[in-house]
């Protein structure tokens, strides 16, 4: 649906982050271009971070460069002005709520990365974590569901206009995952009323979302204004490679993305799962043995010959035969991707850091890697190439545990005392394997042991090598 002439509805992102302004923002403004302004981005921030990003895009009324860079080196420029109105941050949130509550904002985005959702291995909330349990008992706002909850309070408390919820994470199942935290969310609040109306008035497509964002360096404002002579404060960048695939179910009406890429899809099933198991999986792989050899980016990674090989060897060996079956032949040509995938990250302009993609391990093992090896097992396959990613996580733990990391790893639902008091067991791995966090239902498998077992010495060797 697009708006009547004269007709602006609104997309509301919880998040002006740098992965938003590479991907959604820049496919609006691309639709934009086309002569269809009929939608526009209202967007903010639900926690005080970014303070001086979120400055900055309020100063240049939300316009910003957007630089792309190929793999052969080719650099291009845009000027991204898809942004109608950024929110600055307020403790009460009032302008977000504000604008969440609008009804001629029918669509509600959020990336908050794999950590931000707070789900067990059932699709309920893991209460363990301080900030959800704050949102719960203090009405708070502090995470997804909490900023989520306050906005259509006040959507019904002004005649309830339908809505709907976005997710644009690398999480399995995003949109249907948030829908059962939502849930569980409201009902642990008590308030059966809102949930109601959330089932009735609202959905979450799923979709899969794809372009390395690099966290912007000081060098990208630099290139910025020796290309263009624009002094801009808050310029992204990003590898030239873009991808959308949407779940065509919206309540309200969207863009018409289609005219500029986006693939309006039935099932985004087959395409999230190539890009979680070859793309985001192979990526930590990557990430965390580059890290073990002293390496600082992601290209540099790539160019050390076995650590390619182990990203190669796990897709080829156990993702592809796992994805693409007889019964169920995937419509995706998975060589090709892997091998687009891997020259992707071995592009040397985008300079993507290990830090950046080793971060968040606990939520990647589980997500990532564990149905691969699930079902490996299942077939009867051997687990080789699969297990060399946790047991390279596990030696990446054990430098962090002893402090011999040369950056902090950063994780959203790691507990640092459990995974501390791995490396105080008598046998840490044994330890690591049982941890029902990471594993779930196959925490203390026997079989999933002695395979990590088994590639933790030969991640031993490689580091010898």
């Known amino acids: ?21 590479a991907h959604q923002a820049v496919y609006l403004h691309e639709l934009h271009k086309t002569g269809d302004r009929s939608w526009s981005i209202v967007g903010g921030n639900i926690r005080n971070d970014m303070t001086e990003t979120m400055d900055a895009l309020a100063a240049q009324h939300g316009a910003y460069t957007l630089e792309t860079v190929s793999p052969a ?12 109105e950024v929110v600055l941050f307020e403790k ?8 969440g509550a609008d009804a001629m904002t029918r669509i509600i985005s959020f990336t908050v990365t794999e950590a931000g959702y707070y789900l067990d291995q059932h699709n309920k909330l893991d209460l363990s974590h301080t900030d959800l349990r704050a949102d719960l008992e203090h009405d708070g706002m502090g995470t997804i569901y909490g900023a989520v909850t306050a906005i259509l309070r006040e959507r019904v408390r002004r005649g309830g206009a339908p809505v709907t919820l976005l997710s644009c994470d690398n999480l399995r199942s995003n949109g249907a995952r948030f829908r059962a935290g939502l849930l569980d969310f409201l009902e642990r609040r008590g308030d059966s009323k809102l949930r109601e109306w959330v089932e009735t008035n609202t959905t979450c497509p799923c979709d899969m979302v794809d372009r390395i964002t690099p966290r912007p360096l000081p060098d990208v404002a630099d290139r910025v204004k020796a290309a263009t002579g624009w002094a801009d404060r808050a310029p992204v960048m990003g590898e030239s490679f873009i991808q959308w695939v949407v779940e065509d179910r919206f309540v309200a009406g969207r863009p018409a993305w289609a005219k500029v890429g986006v693939e309006m899809v039935d099932s ?5 799962e190539a890009k979680i198991r070859v793309l985001n999986a192979t990526h930590s792989c990557v990430a965390w043995a580059g890290t073990l050899k002293g390496l600082n980016y992601i290209h540099e990674d790539m160019a050390v010959p076995a650590i390619r090989k182990m990203g190669y060897d796990y897709v080829t060996n156990d993702v592809i035969p796992c994805l693409d079956t007889p019964e169920h032949p995937c419509p995706i040509a998975l060589d090709k991707y892997r091998d687009v995938v891997l020259d992707r990250f071995g592009n040397p302009n985008i300079r993507d850091t290990n830090q950046r993609v ?7 093992i589980p997500g990532f890697i ?4 699930h079902e490996c097992m299942a077939r009867g396959a051997p687990l080789d190439s699969t297990a060399m990613l946790p047991a390279l996580f596990f030696v990446y733990l054990g430098r ?3 402090g011999e990391l040369a950056y902090t790893y950063q994780d959203g639902v790691m ?28 925490a203390g498998n026997e079989s999933i042991e002695a395979a990590i077992r088994a590639a933790e010495r030969r991640v031993q060797e490689f580091l010898k090598s």
């Open 400 to 402: 962090w545990h002893r």
């Open 1 to 21: 649906m697009t708006a009547n002439p004269g007709t602006y509805y609104t997309i509301l992102p919880l998040g002006l982050g740098s992965f938003h302004r």
């Open 358 to 364: 080793a971060m968040d391990g606990f939520s990647k």
């Open 73 to 84: 080196g080719e650099r291009i420029y845009e000027r991204i002005k898809s942004i109608r």
């Open 415 to 442: 507990d640092p005392s459990v995974a501390h008091a791995f490396f105080a067991a008598s046998d840490p791995l044994r330890a690591f394997c049982q941890d029902p966090l990471l594993w779930g239902p196959l």
């Open 92 to 99: 009460e949130n009032r302008r977000l709520i504000d604008v």
């Open 370 to 373: 564990v149905p691969t090896l």
């Open 268 to 272: 985004v099933h087959a395409y999230e």
